[in-house]
């Protein structure tokens, strides 16, 4: 695992080797063992490097045998001794060891098509220097992170924003649409980001730059294929063997490793296949607020499993205290508070190991979230005219907003492409006019959230809406919240973190998998939890998903209650977050009149991240 950032100049200028290298020094987390740099008249690649493979002989940027084609490559690619064999066959020579350099060769071998062959996790930048382009790509899922910004002076591509702040071309101002879709996903949806000029490459895309200027392509498209005349059991068999290939080849590193634990199924099913191919270190972290804690149900998987197990209890103090580091570690706001559970888990971690697993992925592939039965229970408006439901809709919005049914009613009568906008839908787009002070021609202009899940929902049109809802989250949530945290929370401990789940085998079966096999028997991930049930213990597979809790609601009441309130008074003069609504939301939160925990968070971590990344006037 490793950080890279790649300088074109247009103008034809020589890069500054001395930018490179602050450029790169910014990221010295994703990369603590190793750094390089090459330069070549209007191009210039920096690295630094998290030793995994060939620890010895793997430094970066690589050249090819002529020195051609140059390297900078983040990530793992997981079937590299199988094209390794290949490309020899076919008269390449090899400097390295490394996965990396299967990349290059790739590349010489079959051009753009060379993304198709790789099985792992990859964002990587390669130098062609006889047709002067540069020329990347990022992985299927969008495990690993390729930001870049545009501009007249060129173009700059690195594994984190910060790297990309420090070109003096690339600035600061925040984006009004990028800021009002975070008020409703909780993080700036792909491939915006908070800063204006500043974009992500989306993932299963590759990129090329030369004189003729940008070119993005799209190299893969995910669509579920339901087969509805398999059995449970026939794809049970197929998912076991499937998930255990990919744990296999996942362990392939020259460093320590071991595996995430929570109480979950899914992390229990990455430790329960890891563990027959050798003991493993597993990690958890709770809080002391039991209702709010599993650490005691990992303690017993653990127990089962047989693992060397740790844990660690997290206080609100500490996590109040390290907010202000995580935010300039995310780049970006994002409000998920798991995010600071998961930065204590990979410190946990890292005393230990160098690489560790985790069950990211599994709930959108599988159908692990709660709310994909929501159309089920829903099935009863089915039978209203259309056109009652807006005037139903209207009337139960006139009811006080804790009146229980209110929300049923609206949900009911507010088509799928209106109301699911992914696992977090924070302000709606009536409230956004109220929680900011921006002008209310850019808010009305801004606020619809839908037009960013509309190109998604057109895509997987005619499939039912549980599976509509699997695809949304796959191209919004996934990449934008749950696997953005984890990179970026694992590598600020210079952690390597692997997710076998988002494997191109497994998503292959689990596009298959009909939605009578996610959704039965009152539980969600039924052919997994089916797949698994003799390896996973009992208290494991029947449990109901919990998701990475965090004692937040009762902390805004309390402990919290003080700092957000300064924080919040300290932005008195803030162009984007109203004070006056914002404390109206924290007092109605401590008085108990309504839960406005996720509403205020979503405006602390936009508030500390721009304390920590836009100049106070």
């Known amino acids: 695992m490793c950080g890279i950032a790649a300088v074109y100049n247009r103008r034809q200028e020589a890069v500054d080797a001395a930018l490179l290298k602050k450029m790169t020094d910014v990221i010295t987390h994703r990369g603590p063992d190793d750094s390089g740099f090459y330069t070549n008249a209007n191009v210039g690649l920096g690295f630094r490097r998290l030793s995994i493979i060939d620890l010895n002989t793997g430094h970066q940027p690589i050249p090819n045998e002529d020195e051609s084609l140059w390297l900078i490559f983040n990530g793992e690619i997981y079937n590299y001794l199988d094209l390794r064999g290949q490309l020899l066959a076919k008269g390449h020579k090899f400097r390295t060891a490394t996965d990396s350099e299967v990349v290059l060769h790739l590349y010489e071998e079959y051009g753009t098509d060379c993304v ?21 790509a990022r992985d299927w899922f969008g495990i690993k992170p390729l930001y870049y910004s545009e501009g007249d002076f060129g173009c700059v591509f690195a594994s984190e924003i910060k790297s990309l ?6 600035g600061r ?9 975070y008020l409703t996903f909780q993080y700036v949806p792909e491939p915006e980001t908070m800063f204006t000029g500043i974009q992500k490459l989306p ?9 003729e200027g940008l070119r993005i392509q799209k190299y893969f498209q995910m669509r579920f294929e339901p087969d509805s005349q398999r059995s449970a059991d026939d794809l049970a068999e197929e998912i076991r063997s499937v998930m255990d290939d990919s744990v296999r080849c996942h362990r392939m590193s020259d460093v320590p490793r071991g595996a995430f634990l929570s109480g979950g199924v899914d992390s229990s099913v990455i430790c329960a296949l890891f563990k027959q191919y050798e003991d493993i270190h597993t990690f958890s972290v709770g809080y002391r607020e039991k209702e709010y804690s599993e650490l005691d149900v990992a303690a017993e998987t653990a127990k089962r499993l047989g693992t060397n197990h740790h844990e660690y209890f997290i206080t609100a103090q500490e996590y109040w205290d390290v907010l202000p580091k995580l935010a300039w570690h995310q780049d970006e706001p994002v409000a998920d508070p798991s995010a600071v559970s998961l930065f204590f888990l990979a410190r946990l971690a890292r005393e ?5 697993l985790s069950g990211e992925g599994a709930d959108e592939l599988f159908g692990g979230y709660n709310i994909y039965h929501e159309p089920l229970s829903l099935r009863p408006f089915n039978y209203l005219p259309n056109a009652a439901k807006p005037f139903i809709r209207g009337a139960a919005g ?21 109301r699911f906008f992914g696992n977090a839908n924070i302000f709606p787009a009536s409230e956004k006019a109220c929680i900011t002070r921006l002008p209310r021609d850019i808010v009305a202009s801004s606020a619809d959230s839908s037009r960013v899940t509309a190109p998604f929902y057109a895509m997987c049109e005619g499939l039912d809406d549980p599976t509509r809802m699997q695809f949304i989250d796959l191209h919004t949530w996934l990449p934008g919240n749950i696997l953005m945290k984890a990179d970026k929370m694992t590598m600020a401990n210079s952690l390597e973190l692997r997710v076998p789940f988002l494997d191109k085998e497994v998503l292959a079966t689990a ?6 096999h996610k959704l039965s028997h009152g539980t969600t991930k039924y052919i997994l939890r ?7 213990p009992a208290h494991v597979v029947d449990k109901r998903k919990l998701g990475f809790p965090v004692p937040l609601r009762s902390w805004l009441k309390k402990e919290f209650f003080v700092p957000v309130r300064e924080l919040i008074k300290d932005s008195a003069t803030d162009d984007w977050i109203d004070p006056q609504y914002a404390l109206r939301l924290l007092i109605d939160h401590q008085n108990g009149r309504y839960d406005n925990s996720r509403q205020l968070w979503v405006a602390v971590m936009f508030l500390l991240w721009k304390r920590k990344f836009i100049p106070a006037h």
């Not at 229980?404 to 492409?417: A, D, N, Q, V, Y």
């Open 530 to 536: 089916k797949a698994f049930s003799d390896v996973v």
């Open 511 to 516: 596009l298959r998998i009909p939605t009578a």
């Open 116 to 136: 198709t062959r790789l099985r792992g996790m990859f964002a990587f930048v390669i130098y062609d220097k006889n047709r002067d382009e540069l020329f990347g």
């Open 173 to 181: 101002e925040i984006s009004p649409t990028a800021f009002l879709n």
């Open 352 to 356: 230990y190991i160098t690489v560790v």
């Open 203 to 211: 993932p299963a895309c590759w990129f090329s730059l030369g004189k």
């Open 165 to 170: 702040l420090e070109h003096p071309g690339v």
């Open 398 to 418: 006139l009811l006080p907003r804790d009146l229980k049914g209110r929300s049923f009613l609206m949900r009911g009568c507010t088509p799928l492409e209106k």
